[in-house]
């Protein structure tokens, strides 16, 4: 019985998870948004929403604690091993012009990232949305040029796949932008 075990094994070993989880998080956080599957997501999910917690909290420590800021960067970097992201996520380096991904979300509690289903007949199609092009695999065969669709239940069903993004800024924003979208469909 599994009480009180806590999380998906994902048929691997305990430091392979971590390291799943690390990579999963790091992609997420390079790229905005990743395409992999349901378990990985969920299982992601609250790992990279205690990052960005993590990282508002050393930046609201950033002017008058040093040693304060200095302990949260240490502490995101034990959890990422990626200095790129760490900058990333704080606005070091490069990424200081633009402002960190954790200055986006100062005015919000939680809720940093989002979960997005795929379809499982289309492959690169959002269920209910469309979010991508529907794939065509061509090939010949016995001299003719032929096409086929990439359709899941066909080529690997993908009804597994989600796509794992970070949600856009302040909320305020986001519902005025959804509203619109919402009435024109």
Do not use: C, W
């Not at 990579?23 to 599957?37: D, E, H, P, Q």
């Not at 960005?52 to 960067?73: E, R």
């Not at 289309?122 to 695999?137: E, H, T, Y």
């Not at 040029?145 to 597994?160: H, I, T, V």
């Amino acid at each position: 019985m599994r009480h009180r075990m806590r999380g998906r094994t994902l048929s691997r070993t305990s430091a392979h998870r971590k390291a799943l989880r690390q990579n999963i998080a790091n992609s997420l956080f390079i790229y905005g948004r990743i395409v992999t599957t349901i378990e990985k997501a969920k299982e992601t999910k609250s790992f990279a929403e205690k990052i960005i917690t993590l990282a508002k909290k050393g930046l609201l420590k950033k002017d008058s604690d040093k040693p304060g800021y200095v302990h949260y960067y240490r502490q995101i970097f034990t959890q990422l091993r990626n200095i790129d992201v760490v900058r990333k996520l704080l606005g070091e380096g490069q990424y200081r012009e633009q402002g960190g991904i954790a200055q986006r979300y100062m005015n919000r509690n939680g809720g940093y990232t989002r979960i997005l289903k795929m379809s499982g007949t289309r492959l690169g199609v959002l269920a209910g949305s469309s979010f991508g092009k529907i794939p065509v695999l061509e090939y010949k065969m016995e001299g003719r040029d032929r096409k086929l669709k990439m359709l899941g239940r066909r080529l690997n069903d993908n009804a597994s796949q989600v796509v794992f993004e970070l949600v856009e800024g302040n909320v305020e924003k986001q519902t005025e932008e959804v509203k619109p979208a919402v009435a024109k469909a």
